[in-house]
């Protein structure tokens, strides 16, 4: 404001009222508002409101900016559940997901759909591990071992003795005949003559094979899989080895096995009310009187366990009952037992001095693309195969036969 100096002697006295009643309104207006205490807290008041009315816009708008966050997630959390369940649903059934039907119920519809603000709640499909719901997405927990099928002891291989040959037919000389005329004679008398004779044997040596194809594909990929076809490409002639040393007839390759060479039970022995231990007693005993004492008895894996439960007249057992060790020893001979032989049948036998088995070629597993057209077909051959003969050269030294009917197997 301008300061006006005035000399007191040449200005009259003026009455401040009537001089502030003759200026100017602007003038007067602007007097009052720094004047007036009342103003200037209104004033005030307005500045402060317009700074909240600032900050609640602020937070409104970072309040919507949120929502608007939350509902672009709920989306994408909605189309990832969709996709998923679509994935586990494509082998049939309804491919529409919950989220699919929480978003087409009428109480979405009627709640304004994703511009609604607050809770909805809308009946869906639950959510199980059901193939048409989330079990595509379940991972199952893969094991890496391979669970074969069940396979049987083989044992009559370790009853016969072992040997060798790097021929194809192994030839031995076998007698036939032993007349023993031996006796005491007086001076000068002739003495008696004994008869021996001899005829040469043959076992010819035969092969056992067999094959499978794989592709290179599976024999790479799949790391285990080479040392199981290996496994049981040897299991499957040892089997059949098994068999072939058991009951082969002889003709075309097949080895001429014990069995069919072997001498028939003597069924007079067998006596009234004889059980199959009793049986399994006389046929030791024919073995010995042939001079050939038996080392080992084989029988039907049935029949064996079998003979657990035989009891006495007094309907106790005569083995060692449900609590006493499994049966290993018949008579102080060892007994072993195979499907090979069959159920009602045994075979007592001097298995090291009536039989041998001489090996030519030991089981082995080749692996080869050129077989047919594998080159270009990227398959592989497996093959397993062993040789081998086997001579059974002391016929009378195994007894074959058949339990009697009520013997307890």
Known sequence: MTSIRMNSRRVPHIALAALAANRPSAIIGALRSEADPVQRVLNQIGNEVGRISADMRNRVDAAQRRIGELETRNRDIEQALADGLRLGSRGGGSSESPGEMFVRSEAFKNFGGSAGRGVVTAVVQAITSASTSAGGMIAPDRRGEIVGQ?????????????????????????????????????????????????????????????????????????????????????????????EELLLGSGAGQHIHGIIPQATAYETSRTGTGDTAFDTLAHAIAQSEVALLPATGIVMNNNDLESLKIIKDGDDRYIGGGPFGPPITTIWGRPVVGTPAMAAGEFLVGAFLDGAQIFDRLDAEVLVSSEDRDNFIKNMLTVRAEERLAMAVKRPAAFVHGAFPAGAGV
């Not at 037919?169 to 005329?181: A, G, I, K, M, P």
């Not at 094979?209 to 592709?215: E, K, N, Q, R």
């Open 150 to 242: 069940a396979k049987r002891r083989l044992t009559i291989r370790g009853l016969i003795a072992p040997g060798t040959t790097n021929s194809n037919s192994v030839n031995y000389v076998l007698q036939t005949t032993r007349t023993n005329n031996a006796a005491v004679v007086t001076e000068g008398s002739q003495k008696p003559e004994s008869v021996y004779a001899w005829t040469e044997a043959d076992a010819p040596v035969r092969t056992i094979a067999h094959w499978v194809p794989v592709s290179r594909q599976a024999m790479d990929d799949a790391p285990m899989l080479q040392s199981t076809i290996d496994g049981e490409l040897r299991y499957g002639l040892s089997v059949k080895e098994e």
